[in-house]
């Protein structure tokens, strides 16, 4: 059974799947099914994940980590989204591009994800 917003991922082609409707049965992909990336909240080790959030004043802006991520090729943020009112609204990241997006929301009380390409799903809230 799957839940509206959860993310999976195929162990064999890395295809993401985030869910727009929850249902029942199970996401398959390759021939197999695809693992539910769990939310993390807390950083472990050198690596830094867990989403900051700041007021702007254009909105919010939302910097992965104390410390700026890496965005190399083979290891990025690859997209930051922000969930307000009922509304999610999600900025696409490439390697190379500065690991923080900004939204023009007026409240700072949202709930922050982001996908990093090696270790997986983070989320914060403010």
Known sequence: MTEM????????CGNIVKVVRGGEGDLVC???????????MTDQGNEKHVPVIEK????IL???????????PEH??????VRYQNKLYIKRLNAGDKPEAEFCIPDINVKAREYCSVHGLWTNRA
Do not use: D, F, S
């Open 5 to 12: 917003l959860q993310v999976y991922r195929c162990e064999k």
């Open 76 to 81: 990025h943020i690859e997209w930051i989204e």
């Open 30 to 40: 390759c021939g197999q099914p695809m693992l539910l990336e769990p939310e993390k």
């Open 62 to 72: 939302v910097k992965v980590g104390a410390v700026a991520h890496p965005m190399l």
């Open 56 to 59: 702007t004043a254009n909105g």
